[in-house]
């Protein structure tokens, strides 16, 4: 038999939009994985500074979490109470765990994509902004949760994070949200944009970007592996990286993997900027500037 559904079984224009979101958050997820050479970090090619994941337990992770920045953006365009949407990401942080037999794969994206899922959701679909606006603007309606995000317990004790608090005064994931995320607003997306300008590809612009953030970030798994002078070797590399410019210079790749077995060398591993590079990637693709289109694995 034929015909049309009945109205009640076709999508709404919010669980349209929630779909089209979700979607664009796991490409993130997956495309930050893909970018080569990351410093210290797992890719498509090697595994970085990790001897127990590898780019499969990324993807397995990732799988995991399809449908929860979805949810985050209904409950964020339904203005539900801030305490749904952290039941909502602990949900989600253990159906990751699960997927990868208790490997932390995403448990910062969880948060911060997260996060921008549900602006993105409260936000709608403005008429007239450019993407680039609306990408700050994105990320600075964060800020409205920020009293939230820092008085909510964290989902364990004595994580990563909280053991460098404790030792250095750092701050993490909750305070760049909580503020919304000027490392984003003021590094992250203005080197995305200097390459993709300029004709860039979106993995060039993405690696200018993971660059800029390590140039400047309090990143926690870099002080937890190896203290704040291995924060500052890396912040340092990073600098010097982007000063003979980066990704816009002829030799930018073989630089950036001269950096990476640099890091590896060293064991650092620049984790919180990973997250920030997939939050970059997600604001690409949800403004509309970079299709998330599929891609092979190996
Ligand atoms: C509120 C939480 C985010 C609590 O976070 P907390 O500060 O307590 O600490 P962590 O759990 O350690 O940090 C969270 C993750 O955030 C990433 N991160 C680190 N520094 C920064 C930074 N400066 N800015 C932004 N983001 C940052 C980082 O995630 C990445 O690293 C993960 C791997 O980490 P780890 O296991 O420590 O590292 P390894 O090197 O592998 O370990 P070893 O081999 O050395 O043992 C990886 O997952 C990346 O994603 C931090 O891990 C929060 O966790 C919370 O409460 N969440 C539940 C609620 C929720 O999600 N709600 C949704 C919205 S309300
Ligand atoms: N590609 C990656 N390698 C290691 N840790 C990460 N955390 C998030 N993405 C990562």
């Known amino acids: 038999m034929t015909g049309a559904l009945p109205?009640?079984?076709?999508?709404?224009?919010?669980?349209?939009?929630?779909?089209?979101?979700?979607?664009?958050?796991?490409?993130?997820?997956?495309?930050?994985?893909?970018?080569?050479?990351?410093?210290?970090?797992?890719?498509?090619?090697?595994?970085?500074?990790?001897?127990?994941?590898?780019?499969?337990t990324f993807r397995r992770?990732?799988?995991?979490?399809?449908?929860?920045?979805?949810?985050?953006?209904?409950?964020?365009?339904?203005?539900a109470p801030f305490a749904e949407m952290k039941s909502l990401g602990m949900a989600a942080e253990?159906?990751?765990?699960?997927?990868?037999?208790?490997?932390?794969?995403?448990?910062?994206?969880v948060f911060s994509l997260g996060l921008l899922a549900a602006a993105t959701g409260r936000q709608g679909t403005p008429a007239t902004d450019s993407a680039v606006a609306r990408s700050r603007d994105l990320c600075r309606a964060v800020a409205l949760?920020?009293?939230?995000?820092?008085?909510a317990r964290p989902s364990v004790d004595a994580s990563h994070g909280a053991q460098v608090r404790a030792r250095y005064g750092a701050a993490g994931a909750r305070e760049q949200a909580a503020a919304g995320f000027p490392v984003l607003r003021n590094h992250a997306l203005p080197a995305f944009d200097a390459v993709f300008d300029r004709g860039g590809d979106v993995e060039r612009a993405g690696l200018q970007a993971f660059y800029a953030t390590i140039a400047v970030l309090e990143d926690n798994n870099l002080l937890h592996r190896a203290g704040p002078d291995g924060l500052a070797f890396a912040q340092g590399a990073a600098r010097d990286f982007l000063a003979r410019g980066g990704m816009l210079a002829a030799d930018g790749y073989g630089r950036a993997r001269a950096l990476h077995e640099a890091f590896v060398a060293r064991r650092?591993?620049?984790?919180?900027?990973?997250?920030?590079?997939?939050?970059?990637?997600?604001?690409?693709?949800?403004?509309?500037?970079?299709p998330p289109r599929t891609f092979a694995w190996p």
């Open 7 to 56: 109205a009640s079984a076709l999508p709404s224009p919010l669980e349209e939009a929630a779909a089209g979101i979700d979607r664009c958050a796991v490409w993130a997820l997956e495309m930050e994985v893909r970018l080569f050479p990351k410093a210290g970090l797992v890719s498509f090619v090697d595994t970085g500074s990790h001897d127990d994941m590898d780019a499969g």
């Open 61 to 79: 992770s990732a799988a995991a979490l399809k449908g929860y920045f979805g949810r985050m953006a209904e409950a964020g365009a339904r203005g």
């Open 94 to 109: 253990a159906r990751m765990f699960a997927a990868t037999g208790g490997i932390n794969t995403h448990r910062g994206a």
């Open 145 to 151: 949760w920020g009293p939230d995000i820092l008085a």
């Open 268 to 290: 650092l591993s620049p984790g919180g900027a990973a997250d920030l590079v997939a939050a970059v990637l997600f604001l690409a693709a949800v403004t509309g500037r970079v």
